[in-house]
């Protein structure tokens, strides 16, 4: 069993009412459950860290084996939507990989391009996650990863957690140095998932609302 997991309040609407449904047609398609939260779960942390908060208390009471969690600003292309998670993790999900994250940057002429240089330099890793997609296990480790994470962004790494990007930050400057936690992690080709040059999942993102909307409705009419 997979839950897939979405947060988003009413003040996106202007795109939800694509994606959501979306993402419940694939749902429907492979019997997964599709988990919508429409409320911020921190009242004092920026609203992204709710995503984490909500992931926390979703593995609390959900026996699915596998726990999906996708920002609203994405759509599955038509032609996809046949493409199974359980393949994904099973091609990707390997060794002691227990996370896959959409890898924060995309494809060009067929070569994989780092969104952000200077942090892929800094960090010396040339993919970094991006932490508005990922497919999770639903076990103690990844547990342990999620407090972890949420931990750090409300104590000792309080100071980054509302510097863009807040819940990356903390990710890459905390979770992923302690190497028991980092090397749960596995990434998703960007031909999987990407802000472009991308065919099952398209993760828009530093666009207005408008033009994600524009972009997700595209999509959606081909379905519907
Ligand atoms: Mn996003």
Request: hydrophobic share 40%.
């Amino acid at each position: 069993m997979i839950d897939i997991l979405m947060l988003s309040t009413e003040h996106i609407d202007i795109y939800t009412q694509y994606s959501i449904p979306i993402w419940k047609k694939y749902c429907e398609i492979h019997g997964y459950k599709f988990c919508h939260y429409g409320e911020k779960l921190i009242p004092d942390m920026a609203f992204t860290w709710s995503r984490i908060k909500m992931i926390q208390d979703h593995f609390k009471t959900s026996d699915a084996e596998y726990v999906m969690m996708v920002d609203a600003d994405t759509l599955i292309y038509k032609d996809q939507l046949e493409l199974s998670l359980e393949r994904l993790i099973t091609q990707y999900m390997t060794g002691d990989k227990k996370i896959l994250f959409q890898k924060d940057g995309s494809d060009r002429l067929g070569i994989y391009f780092s969104h952000n240089w200077k942090l892929s330099l800094e960090m010396k890793r040339w993919a970094l996650p991006n932490a508005g997609f990922n497919i999770m296990k639903n076990s103690p480790e990844v547990h342990e990863f999620i407090d972890t994470w949420l931990e750090l962004g409300q104590g000792k790494l309080k100071h980054l957690a509302d510097i863009h990007p807040r819940t990356q930050n903390v990710l890459l400057r905390g979770v992923m140095l302690d190497p028991k936690l980092d090397k749960l992690i596995g990434y998703l080709p960007s031909s999987i998932v990407s802000k472009r040059n991308t065919k099952f999942c398209k993760h828009l993102s530093a666009m207005t609302k408008e033009q994600i909307a524009t972009e997700i409705k595209k999509e959606y009419d081909k379905i519907f």
